[in-house]
């Protein structure tokens, strides 16, 4: 009986050590993803005319006083605990793309796992600016996920030809996010970055 307990404890306590799961939306499945990917059009990046931040507005209100960034805190995090003006000033978060667990938001960036500047030069700069909005703000695709903030500058405007999460094993599900968003936003990947999704995928 004694051992029961003691191995149920130590069970317990192995639980409790596992890194919490984040909430990103969920992308399409592998083999869909396949099929989204053969879908989208190969094309030259084009930075004509010059991307610019401000382009894309951030953040929306979502309910309440709750901005699109704290609306992410929330999801992503374990007994979030914020304050009149939705402020997280409590919780739990692990970043997916380096398994980095913080109790402070303010160690925390939400990325666009397509970045704001890729979508621009595969094909955003053509749409209106309600339409650039709603992507940079998109809390239905996996699009917004809370992240390590260095992780998340260090990766800046690179797509996975130039840069995957240090974490393997969530680069499939990166990966399928990736083309989970370009395919539903109708946006183009360059030939390099082609190459690069269809190793990765092939891998999963």
């Known amino acids: 009986m004694i051992y029961v307990s003691l ?24 083999a869909t993803a396949k099929i989204f990917l053969s879908e989208l059009t190969v094309a030259v990046d084009s930075n004509v005319p010059a991307y610019a931040r401000s382009l894309f ?35 739990s978060w692990v970043s997916p793309y380096d398994n980095v667990p913080t109790n402070l938001a303010s160690d925390l960036d939400i990325d666009h796992l397509v970045p704001l500047k890729e979508a621009w030069v595969s094909g955003a700069r053509n749409w209106t600016p309600a339409q650039r909005e709603a992507f940079a703000n998109d809390l239905t695709r996996p699009q917004l996920v809370a992240v390590t903030d260095n992780l998340n500058q260090s990766k800046g405007d690179r797509d996975p030809a ?12 990166y990966i399928q996010a990736w083309i989970t968003v370009k395919h539903f936003y109708s946006l183009t990947v360059d030939s390099a970055e082609k190459s690069a999704l269809t190793t990765f995928i092939n891998q999963c």
């Not at 799961?21 to 992308?27: I, M, S």
């Open 57 to 91: 507005k951030t953040w929306d209100i979502i309910s309440g006083t709750c901005d699109t960034r704290e609306t992410v805190l929330i999801r992503d995090g374990t007994n979030v605990v914020t304050d009149s003006a939705c402020s997280a000033i409590s919780g």
């Open 162 to 173: 130039l840069w995957m999460p240090p974490l393997a094993s969530f680069h499939c599900e």
């Open 7 to 30: 191995v149920t404890l130590s069970m317990g306590l192995l639980a409790v050590a596992q890194p919490l799961k984040r909430a990103l939306p969920t992308p399409v499945d592998v």
